[in-house]
């Protein structure tokens, strides 16, 4: 069993303090609030008054707090930034790629070692079997506690040793968690303005989602591959969509809806096609994505 380190006691920070507690771990805590870390006493964790006595009794330190501003603002305090020296230091708040690879460059500089994790999860999947985080940074690090991280989540990995990739990885995965949210919000919308049941829009989704599905994986292989032109395998040129995206743009209109979604798609439909792209494949909106 490893002894730990952590650092806020927030929502995510407490289920990841209890799944840690709960497979045997010894775990030293602290909370801005000392209230908070008091509370996970309960789980059998041992409070700290201070940060960098937390620190001080742990084997690796783990950190979960608000975002990196505050972290940040924690590991160069001086007496916490001693304390780090020569342990492992697994950073679990959420941040950018670039904030990543800053404090993983302080770090090294510091003689800290250091792992960069992304939760892709809520707080109650943390210790399930299924859950993963992503981890970048130290690979030996990671293998040296990776019973620790698949406590946290059964599906835990390590995916590169520049400290951004585990950050960059959890801000693609969420684009594709919000635009299928977002999408599901434009159509339930247009569900309730035309008096269709959502009971009977879930139902027709379900027999569609094969549809979906197969066009999610032709365009990540198509973009993958650089295979955005049109050929005798595409499944729907730009223009084929832009005929059928402009009836939905229709409906919007006619109903009164909010455009912000059907505007900001119809955009990439307008410059591919004024840009000649009208068939070529849905694929070659990509570089749309990436220039202005």
Known sequence: MTTIGFLGAGRMGTALVAALCRTGHTVHVWNRTAEKAQALAAF?????????????????????????VASDALFQRPEVTEALKGRLLVQLTSGSPKTARDTGAWATVKGID?????????????????????????????????AVFAALGGKSAFVGEDFGVASALDGALLAQLWGTLFGTLQATTIARAEGIALDDYAASLKLFRP????????????????????????????????TAFQHLRHIVAERGLNPAITDAFDSYFAAAIANGHGNDDFAMLASYMVSQ
Not at 44 to 68: F, H, Q, S
Not at 121 to 144: C, H, K, M, N, W
Not at 212 to 236: K, M, W
């Open 44 to 68: 059998g964790a041992r409070p700290e008054r201070t940060p960098e006595a937390a620190v001080a009794a742990a084997d690796i330190v783990m950190v979960n707090l608000l975002d990196y």
């Open 114 to 146: 250091y792992l960069d994790g992304a939760i892709m999860a809520t707080p109650d999947f943390i210790g399930g079997v299924e859950t993963q985080i992503l981890y970048s940074g130290a690979r030996d690090r990671y293998e040296r506690y990776e």
């Open 211 to 242: 549809v979906i599905d197969g066009a999610e994986v032709d365009l990540l292989s198509r973009v993958r591959d650089g295979r955005d032109r049109g050929d005798e395998a595409t499944l729907a040129t730009i223009a084929a969509h832009n």
